[in-house]
């Protein structure tokens, strides 16, 4: 069984650039392009998520509120705020990563919260989990909008 990662931002080529650096990693990933999106796939898959990944700034339901309402509904995964504009001095409820990211420090956060809720990652490709080998895919800043 593969672990259920859902990735929400709402800058495609960066959804979809994160999205297949984490199927290359072993994870089956779900994409939401805003908060409310996610909160869809919550309301029908959320108990076989695994772990969200989760952009902060986005319209409709951005990353706070986002783990606000999954708060509310008794999700308890972990989530993994990412922002290129920082984490905006809020308290969050889950370690933060800022844009531009490589895909291996992505992968260790994965990992990382999946290992503090007690599940075993995937097993990585040797040196991917020590970022001395990257996946196929760089992440990039992405375009001031």
Same mark, same amino acid.
């Given at each position: 069984m593969k672990h259920k990662v859902m990735l929400v931002d709402d800058n495609e080529?960066?959804?979809h650039s994160l999205g297949r650096? =984490?199927?290359e990693a072993g994870y089956h990933v779900v994409l939401a392009e805003d908060g409310?999106?996610? =909160?869809?796939?919550?309301?029908?898959e959320g108990h076989d998520i695994h772990v969200v990944v989760t952009d902060i700034r986005m319209p409709r339901v951005n990353g706070?509120?986002?783990a606000e309402w999954m708060a509310v509904w008794d999700f308890q995964q972990?989530?993994?705020?990412?922002?290129g504009y920082?984490?905006?001095?809020?308290p969050l409820a889950g370690p933060?990563?800022?844009?531009?990211?490589?895909?291996?420090?992505?992968?260790?956060?994965?990992?990382r919260a999946l290992r503090e809720v007690g599940v075993k990652p995937p097993v =990585?490709?040797?040196? =991917? !989990?020590?970022?001395?080998? !990257?996946?196929?895919?760089?992440?990039?800043?992405?375009?001031e909008e």
């Open positions: 080529g960066i959804r650096t =984490l199927e409310q999106g996610a =909160l869809e796939i919550l309301q029908e706070y509120q986002l972990p989530i993994i705020f990412i922002s920082g984490d905006g001095g809020v933060f990563l800022s844009k531009p990211l490589s895909a291996s420090t992505l992968i260790r956060a994965v990992g =990585l490709p040797a040196g =991917l !989990e020590e970022g001395v080998i !990257e996946p196929s895919v760089r992440i990039v800043r992405p375009v």
